[in-house]
């Protein structure tokens, strides 16, 4: 079965960094583009970075362009994203994510609060 497990997240003030990982199992990684998506409270779920299957290619929300990076590792079976310059408004439940045959998957998520 498909499995994707985010490890990561915590509380950091604002302007710090944290990184988020995002174990995959149970489908053949390499082949699948990844994202990452977050929930704030009261909010609708958001895209926040995709990485094509290679790596070759990203896509950013507007909102964290230039501050996240999303990228992966095949070998690992594993996506990351490596959040800097955080804001308050960063602050959410962060779910990786995969869609096979038109299904999507999701992880457990991990919560990201920035706050001082």
């Known amino acids: 079965q498909v499995q994707l497990v985010e490890s990561g997240g915590g509380l950091v003030q604002p302007g710090g960094s944290l990184r988020l990982s995002c174990a995959a199992s149970?489908?053949?990684?390499?082949?699948?583009?990844m994202s990452w998506y977050r929930q704030a409270p009261g909010k609708e779920r958001e895209l926040v970075a995709s990485?094509?299957?290679?790596?070759?290619?990203?896509n950013y929300a507007d909102s964290v362009k230039g501050r996240f990076t999303i990228s992966r590792d095949n070998a690992k079976n594993a996506v990351y994203l490596q959040m800097n310059t955080l804001k308050p408004e960063d602050t959410a439940v962060y779910y990786c994510?995969?869609?096979?045959?038109?299904?999507?998957?999701w992880g457990q998520g991990t919560q990201v609060t920035v706050s001082s």
């Open positions: 994510n995969v869609k096979i045959r038109g299904r999507v998957y």
């Open positions: 149970g489908f053949t990684f390499s082949i699948y583009a």
């Open positions: 990485i094509t299957n290679t790596g070759a290619n990203t």
